[in-house]
């Protein structure tokens, strides 16, 4: 049986003692995957990982994904994406998000079907800053008030990508390319979702990317929107994660969200990223739909 230790009281789970860069044994996998699916953040840290092996380790827990940003991809490895503020030896980034705040968000919930699992592996850290914190959605909306829980059932956020670029601080990470403008039109996706297997009830949300309510007017869907943000925020269900060079952390965007405090610019920071599409009938597994009423988006 594995070793784990608690780090949040619902959310996050130290996994020790495991080399990944090793082969696993199937009983330690079925583990692993159980784990993933309970509590939604795994952390492992001390690890030494090439690209290959990190790909190899993150594919077992679902088939990898390749994301939009074909811009951040590893050139050795595609499914990698290379999230640092370095350059090359001709000015031009390795990477992308490399500096600044990002604010709480869901990866990719701007697609139709999001590729919902996820992993970052900390390769160089800035002396302080960047820390990264994940917000348990589950238990936000288990501690909504009735009549807010009322407001929400049946309703579809609409997330457009274009918010989130705009967000960027970096006029690099803002470019986007014809090709991907085409892969990410708007989509609306259902604000409550129900776990396959326990029938729990989470929020799904990404601030950076919600520009309103499916049928709703503009201005009432950001407002109901806004209520429910400041519901789910609170500091009980976040863990902040404090990174360590070697730190490998597995998190499920279905039910969580994550944002990162800004850190020195001129300090290098180097992370590698992963997009995992999970197991729809261990995970909540959005299911996204075009965003066609034109009601509820921004004039």
């Known amino acids: 049986m594995l070793e784990t230790r608690q780090l949040h009281p ?13 082969r696993l044994e ?9 784990l ?15 690209e290959a092996e990190l790909a190899a380790f993150c594919g077992l827990f679902g088939p990898l994904e390749r994301t939009v940003r074909s811009d951040w991809a590893s050139p050795a490895t595609p499914e990698v994406t290379v999230l640092s503020n370095l350059k090359d030896g001709l000015g031009r980034p390795i990477g992308g998000l490399g500096d600044g705040e990002l604010q709480w968000h869901s990866d990719q919930s701007y697609t139709l079907q999001p590729a919902t699992g996820a992993a970052l592996y900390a390769l160089e850290l800035p002396p302080e800053g960047g820390e990264t914190f994940w917000v348990d959605l589950r238990a936000a909306y288990a501690s909504l008030p009735r009549q807010l829980r009322a407001k929400i059932a049946g309703k579809r956020g609409i997330f457009d990508y ?6 960027y601080g970096r006029a690099a990470d803002q470019e986007i390319s014809e090709e991907t403008k085409g892969l990410t039109p708007p989509v609306t ?14 929020l799904y949300l990404d601030a950076t990317t919600t520009v309103g309510i499916d049928y709703m007017d503009t201005a009432s869907g950001l407002a109901l929107l806004d209520e429910v943000y400041e519901s789910a925020i609170r500091d009980e269900f976040v863990y902040t994660h404090r990174w360590q060079v070697g730190d490998l952390v597995v998190w499920d965007n279905g039910f969580t969200m994550h ?31 075009l965003a066609q009423s034109e009601v509820g988006m921004p004039i």
Do not use: I
């Open 10 to 22: 619902t959310l996050a789970r130290e996994v020790v003692g495991l080399r990944l860069w090793e």
């Open 26 to 34: 199937e009983a330690t996998v079925a583990e692993l995957r159980a």
């Open 36 to 50: 993933y699916a309970q509590f939604g953040v795994l952390v492992f840290r001390r690890q030494a990982l090439s």
């Open 162 to 167: 274009t918010r989130r670029l705009a967000g």
């Open 189 to 202: 996706h259902a604000l409550v979702r129900a776990h396959p297997e326990t029938g729990d009830r989470s």
């Open 259 to 289: 944002r990162r405090t800004p850190f020195d610019p001129g300090a290098r920071r180097l992370m590698k990223r992963m997009t995992m599409n999970l197991d729809r009938h261990r995970h909540v597994v959005p299911d996204g739909r």
